[in-house]
């Protein structure tokens, strides 16, 4: 079992940044067995996919609508996952998730962290 936590979300104005960070936690969870990224969902919308990165912090992939804004990383010594977000956009708001992803298949969500952009 993986205990998942986001944190770092607020409110910014347009053109500001924020750093999300997630951490994933569990008696038998080694920072090479989880696949990380990030979803967000805005009021009565779906679920969307924003970033992922591979187990050991390689092959970062973002969605369309970053347009080189945002960058994703995790540290190699704990299970930790960051979302650096440049140049925010009102139309970023959303809730912003945490996804881990065990090397045996097992899916893991975090509740969730509001992030609020401003015009």
């Known amino acids: 079992q993986v205990h998942v936590v986001e944190s770092g979300g607020g409110l910014v104005q347009a053109g500001g940044s924020l750093r999300l960070s997630c951490a994933a936690s569990?008696?038998?969870?080694?920072?090479?067995?989880?696949?990380m990224g990030w979803f967000r969902q805005a009021p009565g919308k779906g679920r969307e996919f924003v970033a992922n990165i591979g187990w050991n912090g390689l092959n970062p992939d973002y969605a369309d609508f970053v347009e080189g804004r945002f960058t994703i990383s995790r540290t190699s010594a704990k299970n930790t996952m960051y979302l650096q977000m440049l140049n925010l956009k009102p139309e970023d708001t959303a809730v912003y998730y945490c996804k881990a992803l065990t090397s045996s298949g097992g899916t893991y969500w975090g509740q969730g962290t509001q992030v609020t952009v401003s015009s």
């Open positions: 569990g008696r038998t969870v080694a920072y090479t067995d989880l696949a």
